[in-house]
């Protein structure tokens, strides 16, 4: 809420807080910006990250299976898979749990 001058604070604090984190399995922000549009009261605060290429899990989920054995070989996106992105987000987590920090998304 732009409007709120909390809020706007909080938000702040939240960016700089954020970019101040480094671990390899979480997307590094780059910086923070604002920028009022034409016709808008207040700027709108933007987050830039950092650009990470590949397919998304939910592209992965629906996913026709022949993509699939395409990108990650036989068998495609099987439970090993699974397994390792599990343990690279838990490792992430435990990341930001060590700091204080809490993952609401």
Not at 26 to 38: N, Q, S
Not at 65 to 77: K, P
């Amino acid at each position: 809420n732009t409007g709120d001058a909390v809020a706007r604070r909080a938000a702040v604090e939240e960016r700089r807080s954020l970019s101040t984190l480094h671990h390899r399995d979480i997307v590094r922000i780059v910086t923070h910006v604002r920028h009022r549009a034409p016709g808008d009261a207040e700027p709108t605060g933007y987050i830039v990250m950092e650009y990470v290429g590949g397919r998304s899990l939910a592209w992965i989920r629906f996913a026709p299976e022949e993509e699939l054995t395409r990108l990650f070989g036989a068998g495609g996106f099987t439970f090993g898979h699974v397994i390792t992105y599990g343990c690279k987000i838990l490792g992430a987590l435990e990341y930001l749990h060590d700091r204080g920090l809490l993952y609401c998304d």
